[in-house]
């Protein structure tokens, strides 16, 4: 393996933990706990895991691997807040979602040369991109990696 | 610049963000909003922070780049929980402990070429490395670095 190849793996590997972690946590969650806050008027479990599942099925276009599987996700769990009224999915059908957009974006994932990690990601222009090469697609994979650790320790407070 | 190095660049970067983030936070509060819990009977905001340093501070020898600046802080902020009654340095100590360990971090980490961010970390052996390349300093790197976003969710809890 080359040493380019390697630190992607290692970025890689970051999220795939993360998201192993989370997994173990919503997994174990009953219906009623999934109501409960992380904190006193804060965001409730369900909304965060909703939240979680939007933001990385979204991943697909920005690192241009093809379409969303659940865009309709965006309307309740990223432009509105949590406890606007509007109708979240069956809990059953959200822990479907996260599964199906998780392990698809791991396969793809695996699709995409070291070379192509450093290609610039697609909520950019070509010409931002070159004027700083930082913004590509490892750094996306970065982000949402450190946007789920963010909303983790927030999911941890309410499940202890 | 190599893709190896852009790559490595990558995962600096992301560090420097989630610090810069954190830094904004850490700056803007009073010593009262220090003593908040992030929720109720949970750490406080001044314990995380001074967690954080540690966990930061220990960072120099799993690297492998020289001896810790203040091995004094694991026993309050990683072996004990919080409110257990020990005496925590001054926030205006813990403040420039925080700075000094994060611009030293920062600017090791500029030292390292890209080959070396690949070596194991010293946590580990060379054998179990042998095993497993994936272990190494970039490893580590990503890994503070989600634990410092994991911590800073908890943390703007408090904040917001």
Known sequence: MTSHKLSVQVAINSWRLVVERANKIFSSLTADELLKEVAPGRNRLIYLWGHLTAIHDAMFPILGLGERLH????????????????????AGELRKHWDEVNAKLLSQFASLSADEWLQ?????????????????????????????????????????
Chains 1, 2 share one sequence.
């Open 120 to 160: 610039r990601h697609y909520a950019m222009s070509e010409e931002d991109y070159a004027k700083d090469p930082i913004r590509n697609r490892l750094a996306v994979l970065l982000s949402r990696t450190n946007h789920m650790s963010y909303h983790l320790g927030q999911i941890t407070l309410a499940v202890k």
């Open 71 to 90: 865009p309709e996700l965006d309307a309740i769990f990223v432009s509105s807040p949590d406890k606007t009224g509007a109708q979240f999915p069956p």
